[in-house]
């Protein structure tokens, strides 16, 4: 009994810090995967958007993509040039291999010339989303000023 | 997406709290023939949650008659294909424990009671959905069809 006991203990904890880990990841911030360039996101019927778009991974089977989806949209509603594009993994299972996507929900945010700039997976908060989005703004301005030097 | 096509999202976590509790039960029997019994009730559960969805199982029905009442309205409803698709990972996890066990290899039910916990009391506590996390991985392997 004592071995069995023991073994529960362990099992709780393991479980425990896997949670702790798991929730501390929810809709991080991340830099872009090394994806290959050119991705057509017109031909996978994605439409980007003037300045940068949520490109939104989503399944049937996920909950987390539909708190994800109503943040993201309401970003979108009230910031202009962005842009919020929900697809199901299923219709785009080779562009989800593509893009090494692994879990739903996973958000790419794509700036207007289709590259990547950062990825979020789990869901994601308002704040987290407005911290991407910041992201893509610094990186904006960076490519202009090597540009004009 | 209607609102009345959704569930009270607390009624699945409540649910994998119940079924948690008695998987814990289940690691603390060991590799016995008790163990493999509650395993085998708890496979039964996770079935007819497969096939009515988490709010047909008896957990469901327990939520809906004595914890939904004391509760204040939910402030968004669910989608209840997520959870439903995760009692499908738990009876096919829940299953191999059992079957193994019944062909002698008792081991195998607090293996399979051990893996089951895990997910059930990660769905309960923080509102992962072990099974959802993994859907896209099994779909791009080809284990699961649309």
């Known amino acids: ?149 | 997406m209607s609102a009345s096509k959704g569930i009270d999202p607390r009624g699945p976590r409540v649910g994998a709290g119940i079924t948690a509790v008695l998987l814990a039960s289940v690691v603390l029997l060991g590799a016995s023939t008790a163990g493999l019994w509650l395993l085998t009730f708890i496979m039964l559960s996770f079935l007819l949650g497969t096939l009515r969805g988490t709010e047909g199982s008896w957990q469901g029905m327990l939520f809906k008659r004595f914890v939904r009442p004391r509760l204040s309205p939910p402030t968004e409803m669910e989608d209840r294909r997520p959870p439903r698709f995760a009692q499908g990972v738990g009876l096919f996890v829940t299953a191999v424990g059992v079957i193994l066990g019944f062909f002698g290899l008792l081991p195998a039910v607090p293996i399979a009671a051990a893996v089951a916990f895990v997910a059930a009391a990660l769905n309960a506590v923080v509102g992962l959905c072990l099974g959802c996390e993994l859907y896209l991985l099994m779909r791009r392997t080809g284990l699961v069809k649309a």
């Open chain 1, 1 to 149: 009994m004592l071995g069995q006991v023991i073994a529960l203990v362990v099992l709780v904890l393991g479980t425990a810090a896997l949670g702790v880990w798991w929730s501390a990841r929810q809709g991080a911030v991340r830099g872009p995967r090394a994806t290959p360039a050119g991705i057509d996101w017109a031909s996978s019927g994605i439409a980007l958007a003037d300045r940068v778009t949520f490109v939104q991974f989503s399944a049937e089977v996920c909950a987390a993509c539909r708190s994800t989806s109503r943040v993201l949209g309401g970003i979108t509603g009230s910031s202009s040039g962005v842009g919020h594009r929900e697809v199901l993994v299923d219709d785009h299972l080779e562009l989800v291999r593509t893009l090494g996507v692994l879990r739903t929900p996973t958000v790419l945010v794509v700036d207007g010339g289709g590259r990547e700039v950062a990825r979020m997976s789990g869901a994601v908060s308002d704040t987290q989303a407005r911290q991407a989005l910041n992201r893509v703004t610094t990186a904006v301005a960076e490519a202009d000023g090597e540009g004009q030097s």
